[in-house]
């Protein structure tokens, strides 16, 4: 049972600073890619989400059948749950005519649900306890929804409230390095800050996102949208050959199996 475990705890990788950087470089992939679909292919909100959501499913299937960690496979979940929200949260606000405030909230409450249905299915929700299939399946489904929650917040921010996207990103970074001095210097929930952080780095790739690829009227570079996300899809692939921390973490499970 302890080798099982290990097996399947070692398919999340460690969370370092190289996780995060990857993390941020595919939420504005996902955000550039998923307009790149609807908007610029002008295939629409809707037959985008679909699109996006299939890739999604197959990605994730894969990933929680593996029996070890694939960086690749992983990270590819990762961009789906990205390009997908991005996708999601745009029809919700925009197709569905709820704003970005009532999209914003309604995807905290499914969020809220998603991660107390996993607290009570399988008693954590922390990353590090993620050793059964139950477990990984409520990982990722958390994981599309703080994607899509973040997507929705980046243009509330950037759009409603007037900062524009480079004063929206600049307030998700601060947000963020508050985050990481309370992870320094408190006793909060490491569990709580990791969540945390995963939901904010999606608006702050959200706004960078749009700062490369808007038109400059609204305050944007005016970049190619598939341009744009070329470069940051081989930037990703870059990092992940070249970080170590891109392997699967060594989590406790793992370690009482060496024991």
Not at 173 to 198: I, M, P
């Amino acid at each position: 049972m302890d080798a099982t475990h290990a097996i399947r705890a070692s398919k999340v990788p460690e969370v370092t600073l190289a996780f995060w950087v990857i993390k941020i470089a595919a939420t504005t992939l996902g955000e550039t890619a998923g307009d790149a679909l609807s908007m610029t292919m002008g295939l629409g909100y809707a037959v985008s989400s679909a699109i996006f959501f299939a890739c999604f499913v197959v990605a994730v299937t894969a990933q929680v059948a593996a029996t070890r960690f694939h960086r690749f496979l992983y990270w590819a979940v990762i961009v789906a749950t990205t390009t997908v929200g991005t996708t999601m949260a745009d029809f919700a606000d925009r197709s569905l005519g709820i704003g970005y405030v009532g999209g914003s909230l309604l995807l905290f409450a499914i969020l809220m649900v998603v991660l107390g249905s996993w607290r009570y299915a399988t008693g954590s929700i922390a990353v590090d306890a993620i050793t059964t299939p139950k477990a990984e399946l409520f990982y990722w489904v958390t994981i599309l929804f703080s994607n899509t929650l973040g997507t929705a917040l980046g243009d509330f921010l950037a759009d409603d409230s007037g900062l524009g996207f480079a004063g929206g990103a600049l307030v998700f970074a601060g947000a963020l390095a508050l985050l990481v001095a309370a992870y320094g210097f408190t006793s909060l929930s490491r569990t709580l800050l990791f969540w945390a952080a995963f939901i904010l780095t999606r608006p702050l790739g959200a706004t960078l996102g749009d700062l490369l690829t808007k038109p400059h009227g609204d305050g944007g570079l005016a970049l190619s949208r598939i341009a744009s996300s070329s470069v940051i899809a081989v930037f990703i692939i870059g990092c992940i050959l070249a970080f170590t921390t891109a392997q699967a973490g060594a989590h406790p499970a793992a370690q009482r199996a060496r024991d």
